[in-house]
């Protein structure tokens, strides 16, 4: 069987990122958090736009005041005061300082600034008590980011440090990528909305909640195709319509052996190429990947229908490939930590095991906690509240408590 580690790269593979010209559009940079930009931004602005002062205080000639100290202070005539927000109208001369304030424009010929602890104001005369270095708290003009060259480049996240730069550049509308559209549909007779009376047999079909809102957190949006029933002719309509209309499709359900189980064959008879059919991982192992090479680029997981695998699966596989897809040039993989963990894992060695917890920072590192309750891939109770998964690879059967575990969040 199919190793998880093969499963991922096949899967990473067959991802088409959307298209940097036409899958893209303007959005207000008020609107852009957590959108990725599909187009680098290069700003005409210098920063800083000026030389300018980094403290409230004196803006001086260096030469004036190189040899200065509190016993033999240079004295300085005060020939302007300048404001952040102000241009300075004079030249400083040699005997000659201006009064500046954090931000504001150096004047001419100043090189230098004294903070003004440093120094003390008689009336239109300041006393210079301290010998400067060359240039000190003066911030350069272009010192941060030269005009021209690249401010932020493509595939990057707008993040709330992204958007302050975009804002200070002034690019109040930006190229990002669009949305990736990610069908959701749930196959099953026995299911339910968690709005309808259950009658006996049924049960709630929250996997379709779930995958909703990890999609939207994986920042793509979901198209709610409801619950299906296990039937192959209706089966084939909605799976053909998905496929039509969404970048992704995720079923779950109907993936294993039963006698119900239509999605593998419904794949098949619309000319899926089918590239994983199981992979040896617990939870998740009847998990479902095709495209379609000769309708269009659409990716296919076909999700083992219990709550656990439906989940693990998603973030194991699914995440990764909608980051890739959304034009996010890096930092989709999912990042696996080593950590102590606080309890014994087991597993039965046969396949890459997946467990459920918390990781909690104790004394600033971080440490795995197990999910008490059961751990079948039926129970979806104990997933609640949990924020980490643990990985148990293929041949451990046990991770002794205080031993070293990986761990990815959730
Ligand atoms: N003979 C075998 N039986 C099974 C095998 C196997 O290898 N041989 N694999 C087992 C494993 S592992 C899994 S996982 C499941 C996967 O089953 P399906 O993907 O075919 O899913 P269903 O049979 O439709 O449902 C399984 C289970 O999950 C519940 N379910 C389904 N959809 C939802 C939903 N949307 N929300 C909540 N719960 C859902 C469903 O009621 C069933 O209880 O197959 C094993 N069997
Ligand atoms: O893989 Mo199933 O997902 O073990 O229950
Ligand atoms: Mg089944």
Redesign the pocket.
Known sequence: MLSVKDAEAIILNLVQPLDEQQDTEIVDLWAASDRILATPVTSSLDFPHWDNSAMDGYAVRYEDVQHSSSAQPAVLEIVEEIPAGYQPQFTIQPGQAARIFTGAVMPAEADTVIMQEKTRQEENRVFILNAPKPQEFVRHKAAFYQAGTQLLPAGIKLTAQNIAVLAAAQCPQLCVYRRPRVAIF???D??VTAEQPLQPGQ??????YALATLVKESGAEPLLLG?VK?DPVVLQEIIAHAIANADIVLS???????D??Y?DKILESLKAKIHIR?VAM?????LTVANFPTYNSVLYF??????A??LVTFWRFVQPTIKKLSGLAQGGELEFLLVRSHDELRSNGKFETYTWGCLHLIDGLYEFYQASGSHS??N?INLAQTNALAVLPVGKVLISSGEQVLVCKI
């Open positions: 749930s196959t099953g026995e299911l049960i709630v079909d929250s996997n379709q619950i296990d779950s359900g109907g993936v294993s052996v039963g119900y189980d999605v199981s617990k939870p998740g192992k009847p076909g999700l083992p229908g219990n709550p695998s439906a891939s039926g979806l």
